[in-house]
Structures are given as C-alpha cells and as structure tokens.
C-alpha cells in the first residue's frame, strides 16, 4: 500500500501532502513546495503550524482540516507573493 501512496503523490500534476494528526508533513509531491519557494527536504520535521508560522503558507489547509474535520477550500497566500487555490480532505 505505501508504494501505491508514493507512487501517486510522486507522480501527480497536483500538488499533494500528506500530513498526520498533528500536522506534521509526511509525505509530499516535491514540485509543491516550488509554488512556496522552500525545497522539501527543508520541510524534515516540522509541522503546518511551524511553516504558517514561518509565514511560507498562511493560512494552513491542513491546520483547518484537521480542525474542522471535513473537505475544506481556502485562497492561500505564500511567502513568494503567489497566492493558489487549496483544498484538503481529512482522512482518518
């Protein structure tokens, strides 16, 4: 099953991350991060909360999934100035 999740996030033209319960990414597409102008290795460790902070996203989708605890679609601003459409799906 995980080659199948990495698979699929390594090869989509979206942009997805994976992250657990407490916000911590666990698995992202690379290229996404590109849209926020960080690389992913420099994502080791940290959580949504830390990188909203950070300002590099505001505001986190999976910060108000995770609390909402239901499909959410938010304008997200990143620190390079672009701002995208993002939308996260709780899977618990």
Same mark, same amino acid.
């Not at 102008?37 to 505001?58: A, M, N, R, S, W």
């Given at each position: 099953?995980?080659?199948?999740?990495?698979? @699929?996030? !390594?090869?989509?033209?979206?942009? =997805? #991350?994976?992250?657990?319960?407490?916000?911590? =990414?666990? +698995?992202?597409?690379?290229? +996404?991060?590109?849209? %926020?102008?960080? /690389?992913? +290795?420099? !994502?080791?460790?940290? *959580?949504? %909360?830390? !990188?909203?902070? /950070?300002? @590099?996203?505001?505001?986190? @989708? #999976?910060?108000?999934?995770?609390?909402?605890?239901?499909? @959410?679609? &938010?304008?997200?601003? *990143?620190? *390079?100035?672009? &701002?995208?459409?993002?939308?996260? %799906?709780? =899977?618990?």
């Amino acid at each position: 099953m995980r080659q199948i999740v990495d698979t @699929i996030v !390594l090869t989509s033209n979206n942009n =997805i #991350t994976i992250a657990d319960q407490n916000g911590k =990414i666990i +698995h992202t597409n690379p290229h +996404h991060w590109s849209v %926020y102008g960080i /690389e992913p +290795h420099q !994502l080791f460790g940290k *959580t949504v %909360y830390d !990188l909203e902070e /950070e300002g @590099i996203l505001c505001p986190s @989708i #999976t910060a108000f999934v995770l609390k909402e605890k239901k499909p @959410i679609e &938010v304008m997200q601003h *990143t620190n *390079t100035g672009k &701002v995208v459409m993002a939308t996260g %799906y709780p =899977i618990f």
